[in-house]
């Protein structure tokens, strides 16, 4: 697959997911008592704040947590949005940027492990839809692993956008000494960028390089009952 030469980036763009749905990624990770409540999902920074609290209130009812839980959970979400919003409107550089994701996650009984390069200036790009055909590729039934892929996946996006953010920054204040010589287009997967709009369309930004198929081949491993229990102990022990 040869790449295609460019001697130019793009101009920078305001703050966003590099993604088709501008969705945060929020992980929360609460103890109260002994009690710990663990979760991971996305969320619309657009939807009202008033949301928080109503999903905060649902989840601790469905799930029976005790009341002190609401509280925290709104708390830890409302930080994470407040961070993402914290970023917008501000400037970031993603123009011909190739970069690698790595998947190395558990989901119940499944270990999934993986390397492919995302195109950051792709913003018709799906986590969501990539990971669906991950699993039917893989044959993975667990309907669990998709949404852990895509979470995966979009969570290495934000924090990559919010670095872009940072070097647009730094670019602005060196603008004046480096004309001519700045935003060079920089790739980690070395080399010259490659346009994987133009290669593969809109929606599918992902890429294996053809001398690391055999390298990074996805690996799906099925756990037994005694591994599960093994690596959770393993967890727990870290946690600790």
Known sequence: MK?????????????????????????LDIEIDAQRFKDAFTWNPSDPDSEVAVF????????KLPPAFITQIASSIQSQLAEFRSFEGQDMYTGEKIVPIKLDLRVNHTLIKDQFLWDMN?????PEDFARTFCKDLAID????????????REQL???ATQSVASARESR???????GAEHAPASKAGGTA??????FGHRSSVVRKRKDWDVYEP??????????????????RNVR
């Open 219 to 236: 690996i799906v491993d099925l756990l037994s009952n005694e591994e599960v229990d093994a690596l959770e102990a393993r967890e727990e």
């Open 3 to 27: 790449a295609q030469a460019s001697g130019f980036a793009k101009a920078p763009v305001k703050f966003r997911m590099p993604t088709a749905e501008n969705l945060v990624p929020i992980r």
């Open 122 to 126: 792709n913003f018709e790009s799906d």
């Open 173 to 179: 204040i060196n603008k004046k000494g480096r004309r």
């Open 194 to 199: 490659l346009d994987l709009v133009k290669l």
């Open 142 to 153: 667990d309907p669990e692993v998709g949404p852990a892929i895509a979470f995966a996946i």
């Open 158 to 160: 934000y924090e990559i």
């Open 56 to 63: 905060a209130k649902r989840t601790v009812k469905d799930l």
